[in-house]
């Protein structure tokens, strides 16, 4: 059982294009964190929202409580927003994680 | 701030050995967290932290142990390293839960290899 789904697994763009990720979840939740992952192997946290819409740079997070969905957007892509891109929905004390969307922006 | 610090970086162990992995974060932060990251899997949680002297269990705790005997150091031991802990470990640390905006710190990850 997933308890976080995410959408598209993999996914590549062209620089420039508008990109989105998709997250579904099936847990009551708190909060909804955006996540990004180098190919070296570093995780950074990007986002982390319990309503509405985040916006910093060319990035912008959504969330619809009610439809347990939340999208990732990003503007004018470029080579160095490949990465992998993990959806993880905040029980309070735990954290359940999707598998990851892996972008490949082309030059 | 160095932020969330994990040793070793790599790790090869033959079947039946034991480790320790060490987790340090310097931000005060009194959740600690760790997850294994296998392909096509999320991260999933190990054993977990809220404070200084408590541990629980995750997800997957068998074959792992955990002692946070300080607030900011976060252990995890493998008594009989076995093949199938073959895996990428990743420590994370956050400041309180979710009532805060408290994201989620991740250390550079351990990979560890047992044959």
């Known amino acids: 059982k997933n308890e976080v789904e995410q959408s598209p697994q993999n996914l590549t763009a062209q620089e420039g294009e508008f990109i989105t990720i998709n997250c579904s979840y099936s847990?009551?939740?708190?909060?909804l964190h955006w996540l990004q992952q180098h190919p070296g192997g570093g995780i950074v946290s990007l986002f982390m929202l319990s309503s509405g819409k985040k916006k910093h740079g060319r990035l912008i997070a959504t969330i619809n409580i009610q439809e347990k969905h939340s999208s990732l957007h990003i503007t004018a892509s470029h080579p160095r927003d490949s990465a992998v891109y993990i959806c993880a929905v905040d029980t309070g004390n735990q954290f359940y994680f999707g598998t990851g969307t892996s972008l490949t922006v082309i030059p | 701030n160095a932020g969330v610090t994990q040793t070793p970086k790599f790790r090869v162990l033959k079947t039946g050995q034991s480790m320790t992995l060490l987790c340090a974060q310097d931000?005060?932060?009194?959740?600690m967290y760790w997850y294994r990251q296998d392909p096509g899997m999320g991260l999933r949680l190990i054993h977990y932290s809220v404070g200084e002297g408590t541990t629980a269990k995750g997800e997957v705790p068998d074959g792992y142990n955990v002692s946070r005997l300080k607030k900011q150091n976060f252990l995890l031991g493998l008594e009989s390293a076995a093949p199938s802990q073959t895996s990428v470990y990743f420590c994370a640390s956050r400041l309180l839960g979710s009532w805060i905006n408290s994201p989620l710190h991740f250390g550079n990850g351990t990979r560890l290899t047992v044959t």
């Open positions: 931000m005060n932060h009194e959740y």
């Open positions: 847990v009551g939740i708190s909060a």
